[in-house]
């Protein structure tokens, strides 16, 4: 005898950073196993690889995820928890307060947070009066060819610099920096000021993220906190 199959409902969904429309459905109990033997592990790559793989599963349409930048598959996969196991998040908080650092059980809907403002002006940036480049946010694709934990080196930041070109312009031609080599759009970035340079770096701490302000009064001390939460991360401690 054939078991009957039990429908799931549909969700829309937006990408932040192209506004397209998809549906989404909530994710079966056998994809949330995957996912929580990644988290299990807690090991970056294995949680990645899981989060882009449900995401597509749950995903109806031709969407490639490998090219999304990465705030979008941050905000569909807090999206896709939220329509599968509720909208309610518990975070352990420490308190602020000095001599209490006691840990709080602090509950947070996931409908209440936000990505930051997303301005496609962002990613021009000039650097002289006539140069200036055009970014591009950093994609599951490229992150996944990178070593994340060296992100925060200067080698790291240098190839992800040259990773998120997307062109150089002056005031005659616009360079389609993926038709360059890599050692030419590096001796670019090279030959830069150093505050030409801190112009590009800034553009990947002002990139859209998921953000929201945790506040509570601590069960202990009755001090009040107030905690930024910022990136995917901060939602799953």
């Known amino acids: 005898m054939t078991l009957p199959r039990i ?37 970056s790559e294995q949680i990645t690889l899981a989060i882009r793989n449900l995401i ?39 308190c602020q307060a000095e001599e209490c650092e006691e840990e709080n059980q602090v509950g947070l809907k996931t409908s209440e947070v936000k990505l930051t403002d997303y301005n496609p002006d962002d990613k021009i940036i000039r650097l002289t009066d006539s140069v200036g480049v055009t970014m591009m946010y950093p994609t599951a694709e490229l992150l996944s060819k990178m070593d994340v934990s ?45 505050e030409q340079f801190q112009k590009i770096s800034s553009f990947f701490r002002t990139m859209p993220a998921l953000e929201h302000t945790l506040a509570y009064t601590c069960s202990k001390c009755g001090f009040k906190n107030e905690t930024l939460l910022r990136g995917l991360a901060s939602f799953f401690t």
């Open 56 to 94: 597509t599963s749950c995903i109806e349409g031709d969407l490639n995820i490998e090219t999304l930048a990465s705030f979008d598959i941050e905000k569909l996969f807090l999206e896709l928890r939220g329509i599968s196991v509720g909208d309610e998040i518990t975070l352990t908080s420490k």
């Open 150 to 194: 060296n992100l925060e080196s200067v080698s790291g930041l240098m190839d992800l610099i040259i990773g998120c070109v997307a062109t150089i312009f002056d005031t005659e031609n616009i360079y389609d920096a993926k038709k360059e080599s890599s050692e030419e759009v590096k001796d670019f970035i090279e030959s830069l000021t150093s």
């Open 7 to 43: 429908d799931v409902p549909r969700y829309p969904v937006t990408i932040p950073s192209s506004g397209e429309e998809y549906i989404m459905r909530p994710y079966l109990v056998k994809e949330e196993k995957v996912l929580l033997l990644a988290l299990e592990s807690q090991d």
